[in-house]
Nanobody, 121 residues
Framework: QVQLVESGGGLVQAGGSLRLACAAS????????MAWFRQAPGKEREFVAT??????NYGDFVKGRFTISRDNAKNTVYLQMNSLKPEDTAVYYC????????????????WGQGTQVTVSS
């Protein structure tokens, strides 16, 4: 079992930055693919980024603004978000899956509770 707890959300002005963190429990964290998804009101859950040992992959809308990273010693994955836009406003979720990365949210077995990111114009 893996438990995920997100932090770092908040209110920021357009053009600003936030860093989200996701702390994971479990001794097999290193073997999991980790990802961030987001969901805005009235919209479907959207892929943001994923990371394995060797691979990172980003949603098409990211366009170099976000960076996903992981610290296996701390069982933590991060999402650095720069040049934020009002359309980035959403609840951001951390997710984990046992092997291999995926851009499909249904492939992930474990989810955090989400953290709200609000970008004002």
């Amino acid at each position: 079992q893996v438990q995920l707890v997100e932090s770092g959300g908040g209110l920021v002005q357009a053009g600003g930055s936030l860093r989200l963190a996701c702390a994971a429990s479990g001794r097999t964290f290193n073997s999991y693919a980790m990802a961030w998804f987001r969901q805005a009101p009235g919209k479907e859950r959207e892929f943001v980024a994923t990371i394995t040992w060797t691979t990172t992959n980003y949603g098409d809308f990211v366009k170099g603004r976000f960076t996903i990273s992981r610290d296996n010693a701390k069982n933590t994955v991060y999402l650095q978000m720069n040049s934020l836009k009002p359309e980035d406003t959403a609840v951001y979720y951390c997710a984990a899956k046992a092997s291999g990365y995926s851009r499909d949210y249904s492939a992930y077995q474990y989810w955090g509770q989400g953290t709200q990111v609000t970008v004002s114009s």
